[in-house]
């Protein structure tokens, strides 16, 4: 299984200009050849997923979602389409590895993509209030939080 930092630095390198800030994940989606489609789920809870419809992949995700969680989402599905189901045949075998470790990596290469460690710590060495932060990654105050606690006790900040 591929890390999720490695992965983070293959699609930087193959989709460079839509590295934003904010990453244009709709649009990496895209060049990949996924579908994007909203839709208001029944279950609140549910944020989004990922199914292959004749033979397309489709990241489908809950329009009752902010932007940002929809974003968080999309990314968070298009790591499962990379290493979980990159073909509508992986899709039915998908039975290897726990689901906790493998929705953990989507997680992080989602967390990973949208806030790159290097411009997180540069903005907030440079003070940058908070709210701005999450603005200019395009990301919730949750994930922003979770994202600095990550480079803290890495050491980063």
């Known amino acids: 299984m591929m890390l999720p ?18 990453v244009d994940v709709r649009s990496i989606a895209r060049q990949a050849g996924i579908d994007v489609l909203e ?8 944020c989004g997923l990922l199914h292959w419809i004749h ?12 932007w940002q969680r929809q974003r968080f989402t999309i990314a968070h599905e298009l790591y499962h389409f990379m290493v979980d189901m ?11 590895g726990s689901p906790q470790g493998r929705e953990r990596h989507a997680d992080r290469f989602a967390a990973q993509l949208l806030m790159d ?41």
Not at 55 to 66: D, E, G, L, Y
Request: proline residues 8%.
């Open 117 to 157: 460690a290097d411009l997180v710590c540069g903005l907030h060495q440079r003070d940058m209030p908070f709210g701005a932060m999450c603005a200019t990654m395009g990301v919730s105050k949750q994930a922003m939080n979770i994202r600095l606690d990550e480079l803290r006790r890495e050491g980063r900040l």
């Open 5 to 22: 930092a490695k992965l983070v630095e293959l699609v930087r390198h193959t989709y460079s200009r839509c590295m934003g800030p904010p």
């Open 86 to 96: 990159p073909s509508p045949q992986a899709a039915l075998m998908l039975k290897k």
């Open 55 to 66: 033979n397309t992949p489709v990241i489908i995700v809950n329009s009752r979602h902010s």
């Open 39 to 46: 839709g208001p789920f029944v279950d609140s809870e549910l």
